[in-house]
């Protein structure tokens, strides 16, 4: 346990004490502040604690690096994130390959819509144009409906 409030308002002042000593606060924010410290002597401490320690970091020397900090190189992430890309398209290539080898191919060289239209018979040949199909499939559809009475005003049942 930490001996703080432990309410929602608490965090919130507690989480704008720890911005205000780098002036990180808004006008509202930091009247919000002042206000909430004003009646709560927990969050007044902290904010005074949280005030000392930055101005005690402010205020002390630099220390000099045993090592020299070191900064990853963004073209390794870039020749990365290329090796990635490469390769998915790679993956999708061989799909395609694998799927195109698949699918089955005319055997004489004729494309796919002329071997549809084989005779059904011998010496029968059923290719046919648009408006001759259409006027098929009207006889078929004609032929198929059941006839059924047409409902005049004085026949209809009771």
Request: glycine letters at 6%.
């Amino acid at each position: 346990m930490t001996g703080f409030a432990t309410g929602a308002l608490c965090e919130r002042a507690r989480s704008w004490a720890a911005l205000a000593p780098d002036n990180e606060l808004s006008e509202l924010e930091r009247k919000l502040l002042d206000s909430h410290l004003a009646r709560c002597a927990g969050c007044s401490g902290f904010a005074v604690r949280v005030a000392a320690v930055a101005n005690a970091l402010r205020n002390e020397r630099l220390q000099p690096l045993r090592y020299p900090v070191s900064v990853p190189s963004w073209r390794r992430r870039t020749a990365f994130a290329r090796m990635r890309a490469v390769s998915a398209v790679a993956a999708v290539a061989a799909m395609a390959l694998g799927i195109a080898s698949r699918a089955p191919l005319p055997s004489d060289g004729r494309s796919e819509a002329l071997q549809l239209h084989q005779p059904v018979a011998p010496g029968v040949d059923v290719r046919v144009e648009g408006d001759e199909l259409r006027d098929v499939r009207r006889v078929l559809l004609a032929s198929s409906a059941v006839a059924t009475p047409s409902r005049h005003f004085g026949n209809q049942p009771a």
